[in-house]
């Protein structure tokens, strides 16, 4: 790393010790060459690049909070969703990259979400998808009925008659 106070393109790491939970990691460096003084900080980037091409750091709260209005109402408790605002941000960090589209936010949150209540991702899928009409709904839906799901596993087994047999 260059030294901030001679420009010379070494310096030697003299600590070092994480902070924050052990998220982000403090270093002291010193310049071999005019012996000045510095620290750095080390964190795992994750930034949403926005619509608008400005960056910010992911916020598990901001995923919560639009989870949060699609399962108003719904048998959803708190837990959960602080459940699923962690896997969204696993699935994202699992990308490996440090800066991801805001789009792939609202995909990496929509299969969770799925999981967890048809109707809040139904409400949420609406909503980020910019359904504008009742097939774009009656596809999605579609799709739902479609796809195995321990939820529909089970109410579907009550309706079906081959169930019974
Ligand atoms: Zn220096």
């Not at 299969?111 to 909503?127: C, G």
């Amino acid at each position: 790393m260059i030294c901030p106070f001679c420009r010379h393109d070494d310096s030697r790491v003299v600590d070092s010790r994480p902070v924050e939970d052990g998220t982000q990691i403090r270093r002291r460096r010193e310049c071999p060459e005019c012996g000045q003084r510095f620290s750095t900080q080390e964190v795992a980037l994750l930034n949403i690049i926005k619509r608008s091409g400005a960056t910010e750091p992911f916020s598990r709260e901001k995923v919560l909070v639009g989870v949060r209005k699609a399962c108003q109402g719904r048998p959803v408790n708190e837990d959960d969703l602080v459940l699923l605002a962690q896997r969204v941000e696993e699935t994202l960090r699992s990308t490996g990259q440090a800066e991801i589209e805001a789009q792939e936010v609202g995909m990496a949150i929509l299969a969770p979400l799925r999981e967890l209540d048809e109707v809040a991702y139904l409400r949420y899928a609406s909503v980020y998808r910019n359904f504008a009409s009742l097939e774009d709904f009656e596809g999605e839906i579609a799709l739902l009925r479609a796809l195995p799901s321990s939820n529909k596993v089970a109410s579907s087994s009550k309706k079906s008659p081959e169930n019974k047999a």
